[in-house]
């Protein structure tokens, strides 16, 4: 989420989808409406897929390495990283208060009248603020959802013209939150490094100091699910990303897996996490980032907040040199500065795991 010059872009009429269901509740304009292909087939969260996603125990991860319940926690670690690029945490030591905490703000804060949000814009060309991120021209398809995102982490990379002074809290709350999520964050790329047979410290040290943002998706309900989409599908540009699903939320993420669409049912008190492109290029493609999705519910809404935790800009990321070899593993991926990438990034619109091109050495 590298911060961007505002720009001449022009998006057109950007509809508020939580006003939108206020006055018009059982209509969708054209410009949220996707071609079937886009669509794709929507898997109901019913089937037993879902059952599938990994499931990483952290306390059993805190365990010395040459405990039992360690090294299989470990192997389910790898797997998950290697054959799903998605994985939930339980236990992951985060107190069920700074949890709430964070969701009564975020709730509260998408609650407020479209005046007071307003006044924390989300220019185009930019991805910090309230509105819709990645929209490039006037005829781009929207996505069924709301947005308020901001830099965290380092100092540097913070609009404070963009923290809200309302709701009470929300900025010692999400300080607070940020902090834990940053912690746990760490914690999990040791663990990572140490399932690539790699030093615990190998990730941190080369990060410098880690960038972090934080966005936050309102997604309410619609009349014609089966004809918007809540997210693009995509994949992202960080190296983890942390998803927390406020209680009594409808199921919305689904990715990729096998070309079928997976539903993931988040587990109580677990967080949902994923792999970003970041990591797919330093370990060489072999933890891959996958692409995903947020669907939409005709009578539930859904709020998510969504960690990015990335290298430092200024870190250059190329695949490292314990996972390459010229002749089983050749290196598929190009040395790059991560602020060029995360400009990339932001200033395309979502498009699968099309990004990433960016970082590709084709043959």
Known sequence: MAPLPISSIRVGKIDDVQELIKSKPNKVPERFIREANERGVLVSHKTHLHHHIPVVDLSKLSKPHTDD???????????????????????????????EDIEKVAKEFFEMPLEEKKKYPMEPGTVQGYGQAFIFSEDQKLDWCNMFAL??????????????????RFSENLEGYSKEIRKLCKRLLKYIAISLDLKEERFEEMFGEAVQAVRMNYYPPC??????????????????????????????????????????????????????????VL????????EHR?????????????????????????PMGELVDDE????????????????????????????????????
């Open 69 to 99: 319940d360690f090294l299989f926690e470990i192997l389910k670690l790898s797997q998950a990283c290697e054959d799903w690029g998605f994985f939930q945490v339980i236990n992951h030591g985060i107190e069920v208060g700074v949890v």
């Open 151 to 168: 830099g965290v982490h380092p100092p540097s990379i913070r609009n404070p013209k963009l923290w809200p002074s309302k709701p009470a």
């Open 223 to 280: 009349s014609r699910p089966d004809l918007v989409m809540g997210l693009s599908p995509h994949s992202d540009g960080s190296a983890l990303t942390v998803l927390q699903q406020s209680k009594n939320s409808c199921v919305g993420l689904q990715i990729l897996k096998d070309n079928t669409w997976v539903p993931v049912l988040p587990l109580p008190n677990a967080l949902v996490i994923n792999i970003g492109d970041t990591v797919e």
């Open 283 to 290: 370990t060489n493609g072999k933890y891959k980032s996958v």
């Open 294 to 318: 947020a669907v939409t519910n005709r009578e539930r809404e859904r709020l998510t907040i969504v960690t990015f935790y990335a290298p430092n800009y200024e870190v250059k990321i190329e």
């Open 328 to 363: 089983t593993n050749p290196c598929k991926y190009r040395s790059y500065n991560h602020g060029d990438y995360s400009y990339h990034y932001v200033s395309n619109k979502l498009q699968g795991k099309k990004s990433l091109d960016f970082a590709k050495i084709l043959n």
